[in-house]
Nanobody, 118 residues
Framework: QVQLVESGGGLVQAGGSLRLSCTAS????????MGWFRQAPGKEREFVCA????????YYADSVKGRFTISRDIAKNTAYLQMNSLKPDDTAVYYC???????????WGQGTQVTVSS
């Protein structure tokens, strides 16, 4: 089992920045990927980004490329999502996820609200 604990999020004006963190515990992470999905009110959950833990390969949704950056601290078993140039359309609950695919979805964090005001 993998436990994911998220932190960060909050309210920011359009054009601002936020950083999310996700710390994993419970088992070896060598062959996993970690990432984030988001879900806005009335919409389906969508993939945002992911990072392959062992080699650092990154994947991004087109909607966030160039604005969001995912990184990891292997020693801390923690992934980070730096979100810049935020837009009101980025408003959603952001869920950390882990799993064995490049769009990981085997384990989920509790979710954290990100609200971008115009």
């Amino acid at each position: 089992q993998v436990q994911l604990v998220e932190s960060g999020g909050g309210l920011v004006q359009a054009g601002g920045s936020l950083r999310l963190s996700c710390t994993a515990s419970g088992r070896t992470f060598r062959n996993y990927a970690m990432g984030w999905f988001r879900q806005a009110p009335g919409k389906e959950r969508e993939f945002v980004c992911a990072i392959v833990w062992s080699v650092g390969t990154r994947y991004y949704a087109d909607s966030v490329k160039g604005r969001f950056t995912i990184s990891r601290d292997i020693a801390k078993n923690t992934a980070y999502l730096q979100m810049n140039s935020l837009k009101p359309d980025d408003t959603a609950v952001y869920y950390c996820a882990a799993g064995t695919s490049s769009r990981p979805s085997d384990y989920w964090g509790q979710g954290t609200q990100v609200t971008v005001s115009s």
